[in-house]
């Protein structure tokens, strides 16, 4: 495992993009600029995560039936959260269907 801008390994800052969702991925973008791991779920966290505030925000409008999709949605989230914070931990480069692309272009534009 290599070293990142943060000073720890590369499976740990790839976690810790999870942590706090897209507030953790834009801040590690920004940061790290050389490890490509740490990179990319950086930018998988952050379109992912902010993709699902914008969503939710979206189904807040929606009377009941928004809150029951947004429930539903919160869920899956928490799912998804835990599973890409230890698929990083693992070191692994876990790529979620068609989220991985946008991360990818997130990724060499910023």
């Known amino acids: 495992m290599s070293e990142t801008n943060l000073g720890v390994s590369e499976n740990i800052a790839g976690l810790i993009a999870y942590v706090f969702g897209f507030i953790t991925g834009i801040v590690l973008l920004v940061i790290e600029k050389e490890n490509k791991f740490v990179r990319f779920h950086a930018a998988q966290s952050t379109v992912l995560f902010g993709a699902i505030f914008i969503v939710n925000i ?53």
């Open 58 to 110: 979206v189904l807040g409008f929606i009377p009941f039936l928004g809150g029951l999709i947004g429930y539903i949605l919160s869920i899956v989230a928490l799912i998804l959260w835990l599973i890409l914070m230890f698929k990083a931990f693992s070191g692994e480069m876990y790529r979620l269907p068609m989220i991985a692309e946008y991360a990818d272009k997130l990724e060499s534009s910023f």
